[in-house]
C-alpha cells in the first residue's frame, strides 16, 4: 500500500465509524423482559412455527433465549455458512432467520421459493456498510486481472459482483487455492481477516488487495488488556475469530470462525479458554464443553465504537418478542430481486461446493 492509498484508508475508517456511531445511536435499546413474559413468547412461537411450517435459524451471535429455542425446536444455530446450507435442505416453508440482514439475504438467494422473515430488517453489520456497491465495483473495475473474493457479510449487489463468496471457516483455504492457480485476488471487507489470510499465505505485492472494511466487535478486542488477562489466567489457551487485529491473532492458540471456535474448545487439552469473539458463543460454548470454563477476552471498554462491547448491537436486535411479531404478521419478509440473486447465487454455489469438496 503506498503512502496515499494509507493516507485516504485512514481517513475512511475515521468516516467508518463515525457513520456506524451515528447509525447505532438510532437503534433503540431493547426491554428487558420478565421470565413469565420470555415463557409466554417462546409458547406463542413455538405454537406458530408449527402451524406455518416455519424452521428457527439463529446465528451463534444472538441472544442465548432465541439459540435455546432453536435447538428447542429443531431448527439451526450455527455460523452463516451452516446456517445457508441448513436453510436450503430444510423442508419448512419459512425461514426465520435470527441473525443480521446478509443472513436473511443469503437465506433468500439460496432459497428464493421459501418465504424468508427476520424478527428486525434493521439489523445490519458494519462490514456490509463499510462495502458499498457502488465504490467496490468501481474498485474491482480498476483492477481487472484480479478475482474478486468477498466474505459473506456482504450485500447481495456485493455478491453479485464476486468471483467468490466465503466463510471465515474457509477463507483462507479458498484464497490458497486462488494463489495456487496463479490467480491475483481482491479480499472483501474485513481488512483484519484479510490481512491474516495475506501473512499465513504469504501473499506478496498486489497478489492480495485488501479492503478497508471491519467488525466494529472484533476491532476492539486490545493487545495489552490480552496480555494483562493472560497473566492472570496462564493456563488458559486464546481462542479468537480472525475478524479480531492481527496482534491479537499473533498471540491466540487457535484462530477460526465461530464453529472452528468451538471445535478447539472441545478438542483442546486445556480446562480454561480466553475468547475473543462476540459473547452471544458463550451458550453454545458451554453447552459443547460444560466442564470448560470460557472467559470473555477483554475490549477496549466504554470508548469502543461498539455499544456493548464484544457484543453485536445489531445481533442483539434480535428479541423473542419481535420474533414473534414477525412470525405472526409474516412481516419483515426479506425480498432479493430474482436475476440479482441468480447472479450472486454463482459465487455462492461456489463455496457451498468448495465446502463439500474439501
Ligand atoms: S459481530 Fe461484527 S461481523 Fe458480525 S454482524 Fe456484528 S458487526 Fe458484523
Not at 108 to 129: F, Q, R, Y
Request: with cysteine.
Amino acid at each position: 500500500m503506498n503512502k496515499l492509498e494509507n493516507l485516504s484508508s485512514e481517513s475512511n475508517l475515521i468516516a467508518d465509524r463515525v457513520f456506524v456511531r451515528s447509525y447505532l445511536d438510532k437503534i433503540p435499546e431493547n426491554r428487558q423482559l420478565s421470565e413469565q413474559e420470555n415463557a409466554d413468547y417462546e409458547s406463542k412461537i413455538i405454537a406458530l412455527l408449527a402451524k406455518k411450517n416455519a424452521a428457527l435459524v439463529a446465528h451463534y451471535y444472538t441472544d442465548p433465549l432465541l439459540q435455546a429455542l432453536a435447538d428447542k425446536t429443531s431448527g439451526c444455530v450455527a455460523d452463516s455458512l451452516e446456517m445457508a446450507r441448513f436453510g436450503s435442505n430444510s423442508s419448512a416453508t419459512t425461514l426465520m432467520v435470527c441473525g443480521v440482514k446478509f443472513m436473511g439475504e443469503t437465506a433468500k438467494i439460496l432459497s428464493p421459493e421459501k418465504t424468508v422473515l427476520m424478527p428486525t430488517l434493521e439489523a445490519t453489520c458494519s462490514l456490509d456498510i463499510g462495502c458499498p456497491i457502488e465504490t467496490f465495483s468501481a474498485y474491482c473495475d480498476q483492477h481487472p486481472d484480479h478475482k474478486v473474493v468477498v466474505y459473506a457479510n456482504t450485500s447481495a449487489e456485493v455478491k453479485a459482483r464476486a468471483d467468490w463468496v466465503v466463510t471465515s471457516a474457509i477463507a483462507v483455504d479458498v484464497v490458497e487455492h486462488l494463489l495456487d492457480l496463479g490467480e491475483k485476488v481482491i479480499w472483501a471487507p474485513d481488512k483484519h481477516l484479510g490481512r491474516y489470510i495475506q501473512n499465513k499465505l504469504g501473499a506478496q505485492g498486489d497478489e492480495m488487495l485488501i479492503w478497508d472494511g471491519a467488525c466494529i466487535v472484533h476491532e476492539e478486542f486490545k493487545l495489552k488488556a490480552l496480555k494483562d488477562m493472560k497473566h492472570l489466567y496462564p493456563d488458559a489457551a486464546i481462542l479468537a475469530h480472525p475478524e479480531s487485529p492481527l496482534p491479537i491473532l499473533n498471540v491466540a492458540d487457535a484462530v477460526g470462525s465461530t464453529t472452528q471456535i468451538i471445535n478447539a474448545a472441545i478438542s483442546r487439552p486445556e480446562q480454561k479458554f480466553i475468547v475473543a469473539t462476540d459473547s452471544g458463543i458463550f451458550y453454545k460454548l458451554q453447552q459443547a464443553a460444560p466442564e470448560k470454563e470460557f472467559i470473555m477476552a477483554p475490549t477496549s471498554g466504554d470508548g469502543a465504537t461498539c455499544r456493548s462491547c464484544a457484543q453485536c448491537p445489531w445481533m442483539g436486535m434480535n428479541t423473542l418478542q419481535n420474533l414473534y411479531e414477525s412470525l405472526l404478521n409474516e412481516s419483515n419478509e426479506v425480498h432479493v430481486d430474482l436475476k440479482l440473486g441468480k447472479r450472486a447465487m454463482v459465487p455462492l454455489q461456489r463455496m457451498l461446493d468448495f465446502k463439500q469438496d474439501n
